[in-house]
Structures are given as C-alpha cells and as structure tokens.
C-alpha cells in the first residue's frame, strides 16, 4: 500500500525565514512524488514534481529514497507562499497510477 | 494550458434527487480522469478513476450504483450522485491527466444536500 505522510498540519514561519514543509512516503515500488498547492480560493495545482529537479516560485524538493522523504524547501518565505501545500505519490495501485496524497500543512507566513 | 473545468461550481439539492457534474478538459485530451471527495480541512480521497470508453474503477468502500460516472468523450467525464442524501454533501473535484501523466485538477464542486 502506498501512504504519504505530512506531519505537520499548520506551519507558521515570518516573511523572509526558511520554510521547510515536510514529506514522507511509503511505497514497495519506484514512486513518483509531487508537492501540490492550493492558494485561499483557488484550484489545486501542481507545484513541482521530483522527476523535473527544478525550482518552481523558490521552491525545491529533493527526493531521498534512503529516509523515503520528499520535503519543499524554501530559502526566503514570501507572504504569497501562504497556502495549503499537498505532497503526493503516484504509484501503481488497483491496476492503475494513482495519486495518494498527505493530509496536507497549511502554510501560513507572517509578516 | 492544462486548463480541467467543472460544472457546477455549487448546487443545492433534495434528498432523494440525483445531481450530475461534469469535469471538462478544456485544451488537451484525456483519456482518464479522476474523481475525489474532499471533507473540510481534510485531504483529497480518491473515488474512482475515468476512462474513456471503458466502466470507471472504483476505490474499496465506494458504491459505483451511488457514484455513476460516465467518460463518454476524450474532454468529459460525469460524476452523478444519485438519490442524495445529507451525508453526501461534500466538495468534489475531478483531475484529467495531461502531458506527462500529470493530473490537471479542476476547481471543485460542492454540492449540499438539505
């Protein structure tokens, strides 16, 4: 079975501190991890994924398949990053690719 | 680009009545979509995946004869909950999966059922 886990349910940094949003996953296989956004409002939408190894809007994550984690990272927060921040693992399951994701951790930056 | 609609955004209904969504993939094709259900402040619960042509797959513990869902069309996939009741009420959102097997999602529909 593949489960992810997000820890924290609420992260509240100041503007210009680091923010580390923290992942991580269980699966047998090789999986494919995503960090999804979701703005006050708005749709979910896909941040970055692990396959892609860019910085999207500051942020980076970086696979480690030795501590199955997938943290987001960013150097400086900005006050627009506050969202609600899903990490996300694809995986076959039930014949298909599914996407599992964590509960979630509602990022707040604070000026 | 990558842009999944839905339709409606909101509805209110009757117990005992049937309401049908509708998730739209407006600019590219998809040949599978996803329907989840969303309970406030919590994460997203898969409930079936799409395809098009083909009887959709349910997730254990979902009730393929209360959620039909339909995937007539490579842009349109249906989610109809039928004969509602008040425990039903929830936000549902779909995704279609675009380039590079990524999901796209639409922006949900919560749907209250009195």
């Known amino acids: 079975a593949q489960r992810v886990t997000q820890p924290e349910k609420l992260l509240s940094v100041f503007k210009g501190a680091p923010v580390e949003l923290k992942c ?16 006050s409002r708005q749709r979910l939408q896909l941040l970055l994924r692990h396959i892609s190894r860019e910085s999207i809007k500051g942020f980076t994550a970086d696979l480690n398949k030795g501590e199955t984690s997938f943290h987001l990272k960013k150097p400086f927060a900005q006050e ?3 969202a609600m921040y899903y990490c996300a ?6 014949g298909g690719n599914k996407l599992t994701f964590g509960t979630g951790t509602q990022l707040k930056v604070e000026l | 680009g990558a842009v999944v609609s ?38 997203l619960m898969l409930m079936a995946t799409s395809n098009e042509g083909s009887k959709a797959t349910y997730e254990q513990g979902v009730e393929k004869d209360k ?13 109809t909950v ?5 425990e039903d009420s929830s936000f549902y959102i779909c995704s ?14 919560r749907l209250l059922v009195l």
């Open chain 2, 96 to 109: 279609a999966v675009g380039f590079q097997e990524t999901q796209y999602f639409g922006p949900g529909t």
């Open chain 1, 24 to 39: 991580n996953y269980s699966y047998s296989g090789s999986p494919e991890l995503f960090w999804y956004v979701q703005y």
């Open chain 2, 6 to 43: 839905q339709h409606p955004s909101w509805v209110i209904c009757k117990s005992g009545t049937s309401v049908k969504i509708e998730c739209r993939s407006l600019d590219f094709q998809a040949t599978t979509m996803f329907w989840y259900r969303q309970f406030p402040k919590q994460s």
């Open chain 2, 67 to 79: 959620f039909l869902i339909n995937h007539a069309s490579l842009t349109l996939s249906t989610l």
């Open chain 2, 82 to 86: 039928t004969s509602a009741h008040p």
């Open chain 1, 89 to 94: 693992l694809s995986g076959y399951a039930g």
């Open chain 1, 80 to 82: 627009e990053d506050s």
